[in-house]
């Protein structure tokens, strides 16, 4: 009943940007935590970004300085504006989202379909 959309993904050189999107709805309260998660071939998925309700912001390592996330609580929506893209930021990106259904009710994580982001050189 709480669906995920993400869009934005796509083909970039290095150096490039590109912003993903991930929109919720459904039966929504609240959304505790926004999480962008991203998983190359081969490799475990991976927490890139995420946000809290508050605005407060946590990134891996490799992403810092580089990544930002976002949130716009009124419109159920979860943002990563990526600059500065490397090959070996092209991975399946997955937003994730912590959320709340009912006033009182359980917290409960919910995942959108993915995008793909490919840097190519």
């Known amino acids: 009943q709480v669906q995920l959309v993400e869009s934005g993904g796509g083909l970039v050189q290095p150096g490039g940007s590109l912003r993903l999107s991930c929109v919720a709805s459904?039966?929504?309260?609240?959304?505790?935590?926004m999480r962008w998660y991203r998983q190359a071939p081969g490799k475990q998925r991976e927490l890139v970004a995420a946000i809290s309700s508050g605005g407060v912001t946590n990134y891996a390592d490799s992403v810092k300085g580089r990544f930002t996330i976002s949130r716009d609580n009124a419109k159920n929506a979860g943002y990563l504006q990526m600059n500065s893209l490397k090959p070996e930021d092209t991975a399946v990106y997955y937003c994730?989202?912590?959320?709340?259904?009912?006033?009182?009710?359980?917290?409960?994580?919910?995942w959108g379909q993915g995008t793909q982001v490919t840097v190519y050189s």
């Open positions: 459904g039966r929504i309260f609240s959304i505790y935590l």
């Open positions: 994730n989202a912590v959320i709340r259904t009912a006033v009182g009710g359980p917290f409960s994580a919910h």
